[in-house]
């Protein structure tokens, strides 16, 4: 199959759009005739003939520049280059931006992310001279990139994690607002009894009547300072708990009893196979590169030795796929990595599999280098109730939403050292950007089976702590109870004391591969 041009508009008339160019001479400009042709008007600084793409013999393409006219490629003036996929050519001073592709396969109908973020962010860098002028322009298309250029699932997602971030913040403003209002009041009472204490005192004969405004004025400036604790409750519990919240990376592939891996199949030509549904055309006799698939997920410290709670749908994520099911039904066996990072490491801890309840969404996991950088959280002695205040910790969205907080620069470079799965994780590690979201709620029921809260969380945050305000886990989030407000869902605390019970006593069923 041959390859395919295609032009990518960054900035400019058609910015968003793409172009496939199907001629092995491709013209720019705005005059007539042209193949890519800019309004005339909209873009000045292009001529009605500014430069062409020729394409050689040996399918390669050369930018040739008109006499007279001006091209940047990747920032540097050239008149005659050959391109490489991926160049960013700038038509003139100020001029559009475009991205040059070749295409193998037929190009998906939308985005990814790092797809929409690296032409946003070229378009910044390059469209603009000052640093001013590049934040403006990326704060200002970026989040309408990522909600009209990816698919749904990615800009359902996005929106998750920016509904939940809006409503945290409101959340945690309405509550301060309430308690600063409750503390004034209760300040003015306090101040009100002093005031006729001090007023009367003279007047009042009798000791009891004195003695009971005292103990009065007493009472209410304890409540004062247990709604000032209760305040900074929250705070503290985040503070401490953080260190022992980690963020889970890992991926899963399969092999034979014979010891085959199973591999993607690859064409003549190369090029890995696809299915009509999109999805990687697999065998175990193939010669591709081993099939996998990556996941990410929260969990935190619960025990000695690294000893780490998550979800069983985490741990075991091929366990509620119905192809990896059937897979494991033909005989074929799951070869798991697991990855650990806790918020201030600069390092991943590798992590085994221990166990997984039989009743319950909860799985244990070993990392024993964990021990030295986070204390275990204490786990509750008794279920939370109704009304309950409870925090949220771990990491909605997995690395989406790290990259989202990690600003300009750090994103910059990493886009230049063209990272894979582990090694952005690794890199974000090194930069101490891994640290886990928070969020504050009520509880509204409680049963043997499930705790329901309405603190925000999303995918990602699968396993993380729901922590009362004392810091002690009650549950252990696992679900989102949809068309419900939002609701999550957590397994109660006493399921984590049986499944760790458990494994102590070495009742450890369904080990996995390393």
Request: hydrophobic letters at 40%.
């Amino acid at each position: 199959m041959s390859l395919e041009a295609v032009v990518v508009h960054l900035t400019g008339p058609f910015r968003g759009t793409r172009q496939h160019l199907f001629s092995d001479d491709i013209s720019f400009g705005t005059g007539p005739g042209v193949d890519v042709r800019f309004p005339v008007g909209s873009a000045p600084a292009v001529a009605p003939h500014h430069a062409a793409l020729r394409k050689s013999e040996s399918g390669e393409y050369t930018l040739q520049v008109d006499p007279g006219e001006t091209v940047f490629l990747n920032g540097v003036p050239v008149e005659r280059h050959a391109l490489d996929s991926g160049d960013v050519l700038a038509l003139g001073e100020d001029g559009p931006l475009l991205r040059f592709l070749l295409l193998r396969d037929a190009p998906t109908r939308h985005k990814t992310v790092s797809e929409t973020w690296r032409d946003t962010l070229d378009g910044a860098l390059l469209g603009s001279a000052s640093r001013t002028g590049r934040l403006w322009q990326l704060s200002r298309h970026l989040p309408g990139d990522l909600l009209t250029q990816t698919s749904p699932p990615v800009r359902v997602a996005l929106a998750a994690v920016a509904l939940m971030t809006v409503v945290s913040a409101v959340t945690l403003a309405i509550f301060g607002f309430r308690l600063e209002r409750r503390i004034d009041e209760e300040g003015r009472r306090v101040r009100d009894v002093e005031a006729r204490i001090e007023e009367q005192g003279e007047r009042i004969d009798d000791p009891a009547l004195t003695e009971r405004y005292e103990e009065l004025a007493i009472a209410l400036s304890e409540r004062i300072d247990a709604l000032e604790a209760l305040n900074e409750a929250g705070r503290t519990t985040v503070r401490v708990a953080e260190p022992s919240v980690v963020f889970l990376q890992g991926a899963y592939g399969w092999r034979a009893a014979d010891g085959r891996t199973l591999r993607i199949v690859m064409g003549p030509d190369g090029r890995l196979l696809r299915s009509p549904g999109g999805g990687y055309i697999t065998d175990l006799d193939a010669r591709g590169p081993p099939w996998s698939s990556e996941f990410t997920g929260s969990g935190f410290v619960a025990g000695d030795n690294g000893l780490v709670v998550t979800n069983r749908h985490v741990a075991r994520p091929w366990s509620v796929d119905e192809q990896a099911v059937a897979l494991e039904a033909q005989g074929l066996i799951p070869v798991l990595r697991l990855r650990v990072y806790a918020p201030g490491a600069s390092k991943p801890f590798d992590a085994d599999f221990i166990s997984a309840s039989g009743t319950s969404d909860l799985a244990l996991l070993r990392a024993p280098g964990l021990s030295d950088r986070a204390e275990p959280l204490p786990l509750a002695m008794l279920p939370p109730g109704a009304g309950d205040e409870i925090l949220v910790l771990g990491y909605p969205a997995g690395i989406n939403a790290l990259l989202a907080r990690s600003g300009e620069v750090f994103v910059d470079s990493l886009r230049q050292s063209r990272p894979d799965f582990w090694s952005v994780a690794e890199q974000l590690a090194a930069a101490n950007l891994i640290r886990p979201l928070a969020s504050r709620g009520i509880v509204g029921q409680v049963t043997s089976a499930s705790v329901v809260y309405d603190a925000e969380t999303t995918r990602g945050g699968s396993g993380g702590p729901v922590l009362s305000l004392d810091g002690e886990v009650v549950a252990v989030t696992y679900g989102v109870l949809e068309g419900f407000g939002g609701s999550n869902l957590g397994v109660p605390v006493d399921e984590v004391r049986r499944l760790i019970a458990a494994a102590e006593a070495g009742d450890t069923p369904g080990r996995s591969e390393p």
